[in-house]
């Protein structure tokens, strides 16, 4: 059980980190929070045992950094909304486009004789 809980902290806190250095380093916050909690079993089974791996020690050091990059991300980053305005004139613009070329399209009236559909074999 130690080793399962020792990879799943590895994995959580390689993917926290993953995670917050990307754009969305918000979504960081969950593998975060396993990777402590499976780090926290890990190290309170190996202390029964006596024996604390460095790779234990790795992984809350892992899980630190992701922690501090997603806290640092958080703060000093701002997201601006722009004036979405222009995008409406385009909108209406290519919508006002695309009525006028549809008007002007001309579809040709097509009749289908009933001796033409009994000719056509159906498999």
């Not at 980190?17 to 593998?31: C, F, R």
């Not at 006596?50 to 958080?74: E, H, W």
């Amino acid at each position: 059980m130690k080793k399962i809980s020792t990879i799943l902290a590895i994995v959580f806190s390689v993917f926290a980190i993953i995670l917050a250095v990307l754009p969305v380093s918000n979504l960081a916050i969950i593998p975060i929070i396993f990777a402590f909690i499976f780090g926290i079993y890990a190290f309170y089974l190996s202390k029964k045992t006596g024996q604390v791996k460095k790779i234990i020690q790795f992984t809350f050091f892992l899980t630190i950094i992701a922690l501090s990059i997603t806290m640092y991300k958080s703060i000093f980053t701002t997201t601006e909304v722009a004036s979405t305005e222009s995008l409406e004139k385009t909108e209406a613009i290519l919508e006002e486009e695309a009525i006028d070329e549809l008007e002007n399209l001309e579809i040709d009236d097509f009749e289908i004789d009933e001796t033409e559909l009994e000719n056509i074999d159906i498999e």
